[in-house]
């Protein structure tokens, strides 16, 4: 009787890890769109360490009259004056399957910190990431799509 009760939670452990296995990440490259244009604004590497997920701003798109190395002198923290480019926008979220939430997201364009919490589809394709200030009623949601 226990040999048959531990091979039954050996099974349920192997399967659980093999559908966590299947589950897909955040981790990679995500294409920002503009809010206003639909374009894209930059390309962010999310990355994953010690259990902790940030983001990076990897490559920007710039627009006419954008300035040729443009610097986030909005920030009120220790990123004021650090080029936008190599800036990690995103700290501290934490995973929960298919969320992730409990960490900071900067919007480079107004120097804010917000906090945010993101939910990947099933398929990984799409992000979408919410910046929000107190509760996530009060935010602004924007779809990030995975880059090849």
Known sequence: M???????????????????AAE?????????????DGKP???VLISEREGTYEGRIEQLFPRPGDAAEAVCDKCT???RGQKILGLRIMEGLQRK????????????GNGKVYRV?????????RLDVRGFIG???FGRTQTWLREP
Do not use: C, F, N
Not at 2 to 20: D, S
Not at 97 to 108: A, M, R, T, V
């Open 2 to 20: 226990k040999r048959a009760l531990r091979m039954v939670v050996a099974l349920a452990a192997l399967l659980a890890g093999v559908v966590q």
């Open 24 to 36: 897909p990440s955040a981790v990679g490259r995500w294409r920002q769109l503009d809010d206003a």
């Open 41 to 43: 604004r930059s390309i």
């Open 77 to 79: 923290d220790a990123r």
């Open 97 to 108: 399957g298919l969320e992730y939430e409990g960490g900071e997201i900067l919007d480079p």
């Open 117 to 125: 919490r993101m939910t990947l589809s099933p398929d990984g394709q």
């Open 135 to 137: 509760v996530a009623l």
